[in-house]
């Protein structure tokens, strides 16, 4: 089982900024993908940001330039920094771990942490 803990929602105003933090406990692999995903009311959840252990990032085009995501990998933890906000990028942001044993996915998700743009 791998549990994980955000923190850092809130509410900013529209090009404003916020970090997420999210730290994950329990059988961490050494291989892994942490990231954010975020639901926007009466959406979908959608990929926001990934980063591999290896270094590898994506971003949705949405939020390419503004947002940067970053891993402690010593201390099981990933960032989301969020820059020039928008009211658009309101959603509950997820976190998200990823890895693999004997080819079967493990996948893990967070409660979720609110963030709202006003305009």
């Known amino acids: 089982q791998v549990r994980l803990v955000e923190s850092g929602g809130g509410l900013v105003q529209a090009g404003g900024a916020l970090r997420l933090s999210c730290a994950a406990s329990g059988n961490i692999f050494s291989i892994n993908t942490m990231g954010w995903y975020r639901r926007a009311p009466g959406k979908q959840r959608d990929m926001v940001a990934t980063m591999a252990s290896g270094g590898t990032t994506n971003y949705a085009n949405s939020v390419k330039g503004r947002f940067t995501i970053s891993r402690d990998i010593a201390e099981n933890t990933v960032y989301l920094e969020m820059n020039s906000l928008k009211p658009e990028d309101t959603a509950v942001y997820y976190c998200?771990?990823?890895?693999?044993?004997?080819?079967?996915?493990?996948?893990?998700w967070g409660q979720g942490t609110q963030v709202t743009v006003s305009s």
């Open positions: 998200n771990y990823k890895s693999m044993l004997t080819g079967a996915l493990r996948d893990y």
